[in-house]
């Protein structure tokens, strides 16, 4: 073999390598991340969603890794094939609401139906933000994907960009897993700023049992009514409620069991993975994403004040008054939200009990968020 | 569209009148908008109402079904829409959940009665 020959064997070999390719994005990337790695290994935020994506991100940001395109032949890559059946095709948030519903005890929302009005309110920030983010210089179908990220409910913030503005996939995604995350840091200040003392101390009377029959109902009276008056969130909220009459029939414990654990662990590993992967370097350094993060930070606290206002706009109005404390768990993020009422009610009443009333507004918030993104749909369509 | 006669023109609407047929005129529309995927055409009765969903420097195109003349109206203000669909749309997310919050008491209501009786 001739010295060229053996020079044209390592240039050929080192251009087969990533070296070569490499640019100042990519280090960017691993930076962030390790960030998310690090909120979900080391602080325990969110783990079972930002591990999978902290680890996308790095896996897509070294050059020629064949993960998320498409081969010369047009055959998907690995990562690719996930996106594009779970994602884009909309299966993956729809199958993890299967799993929610199954998980869901709807006995709080049952047993007190007027907290449903609070998960209306605490919408308020999606549609403030929305505002805001066309003043930012989004489209209107990004805005609704990024306005949506306010209503804490991961599933629904991803179906939605997803259906809108797929390109924000990753950010949005990202955004509204990290802020649900941080629910007990964001939402106590703003608890604390609109209610007064007297507030904070008002006990609610126990909540009433819930009969079987009421639970098993509850699915198909809420499917019936969405299905009429949302249909285009069907999809999500079709597959949460069959999860939750799954639960409470109590004849297919099995599927029941299957939905709430094996199904929605495998879905969420390929979610993550996904979610992560689509934050390449080229797409994801921009402005956009720093002003979705942005963005989502006051959507969260409006949407946690219009559920606090809600509640005292009907405090008006009721005789027995609730607790301005579970307004804020009118935002999904279930059950951190109803955890972080009921610990701000015992800051100030050792013995007042505040979970399963503020569980209400909670379960409220995912209805009203998915009702929300069937609005926005419906807006577009 | 060129051509026409502009009949009213302000910093938020432009209105323009052709001598040409409601189809010819939402034939260059649509030609001129095949690309974009935020465009979009409703048919209504008095007119056809072209939406910008995207960034456009414009909200809306109306034109006029009209057979021998037709008026086009150029709305670059959307801040109406989206002041207007939004709170028609927040308003939209109570009346969901009021709706739900009728059939649960409702039902509740029924399911109490019937197991008074049972009992």
Not at chain 1, 71 to 76: A, D, I, M, Q, S
Not at chain 1, 128 to 156: C, Y
Not at chain 2, 43 to 56: H, N, R, S
């Amino acid at each position: 073999m001739r010295i060229d020959e053996v020079w044209d064997l390592l240039v050929g070999t080192f251009y087969t390598t990533g070296i070569w390719a490499m640019s100042w994005k990519y280090p960017v990337m691993w930076a962030i991340a390790f960030f998310f790695l690090y909120l979900a290994i080391v602080k325990k935020f969110e783990p079972l969603l930002l591990l999978p994506i902290g680890f996308g991100i790095f896996l897509v940001n070294f050059p020629l890794v064949p993960l998320m395109g498409y081969t010369e032949e047009g055959v998907p890559h690995l990562i690719q094939f996930f996106y594009h059946y779970g994602l884009e095709w909309e299966i993956i948030p729809c199958v993890i609401f299967l799993g929610l519903g199954a998980m869901t005890d709807f006995g709080p929302l049952i047993a007190n139906p007027k907290t449903l009005l609070i998960g209306a309110g605490a919408q308020l920030g999606v549609f403030v933000t929305f505002t805001g983010t066309v003043l930012a210089g989004f489209t209107l179908k990004e805005a609704a994907s990024v306005g949506i990220i306010g209503g804490a409910d991961g599933p629904t913030t991803i179906y939605l960009t997803q259906h809108l503005a797929p390109q924000l996939l990753g950010p949005n995604a990202l955004a509204a897993y990290s802020y649900m995350a941080m629910v007990p840091l964001i939402q106590p200040p703003i608890m604390r700023l609109l209610t007064t003392r007297e507030e904070r101390l008002i006990r609610m009377k126990q909540l009433r049992p819930v009969s079987k029959r009421e639970r098993i109902l509850f699915p198909l009276i809420g499917a019936g009514i969405i299905a009429i008056l949302v249909p285009a969130v069907m999809p999500l909220m079709g597959m949460f409620m069959l999860g939750n009459l799954m639960r409470e029939s109590g004849v297919v414990s099995r599927l029941s069991d299957t939905a709430q654990n094996a199904l929605t662990n495998i879905v969420t590993i390929f979610l993550g993975v996904s979610v992560g992967a689509t934050m390449h370097a080229e797409k994801f350094l921009s402005w956009k994403p720093l002003l979705i993060f942005g963005l989502g930070l006051v959507d969260f606290a409006v949407c946690t004040a219009g559920g606090i206002l809600t509640v005292k706009v009907m405090n008006l109005f009721l005789k027995e008054k609730i607790n301005p404390l579970i307004g804020s768990a009118g935002v999904s993020a279930v059950p951190m939200s109803a955890r972080v009422s009921q610990m701000m009610g015992q800051r100030y009443d050792k013995k007042n009990y505040l979970l399963m009333h503020a569980m209400g507004p909670n379960l409220a918030g995912v209805i009203g968020t998915a009702a929300a993104a069937g609005m926005f749909i419906a807006m577009f369509s | 569209m060129p051509g026409g006669e502009v009949t009213i023109s302000t910093t938020d609407k432009v209105q323009v009148r052709y001598a040409l047929s409601h189809e010819q005129v939402l034939e260059f529309y649509k030609s001129h908008f095949k690309a974009s995927r935020d465009i979009k055409f409703r048919d209504w009765k008095a007119e056809t109402y072209i939406e910008d969903q995207g960034a456009l420097p414009w909200q809306s195109v109306r034109i006029s079904k009209g057979q021998e003349t037709v008026t086009v109206t150029i709305t670059r203000d959307s801040w109406t829409w989206i002041l207007g669909t939004l709170t028609l749309r927040f308003i939209g997310v109570f009346v969901v959940l009021l709706f739900l919050y009728v059939g649960m008491s409702v039902s509740g209501a029924i399911m109490s009665r019937l197991l008074a009786k049972a009992d």
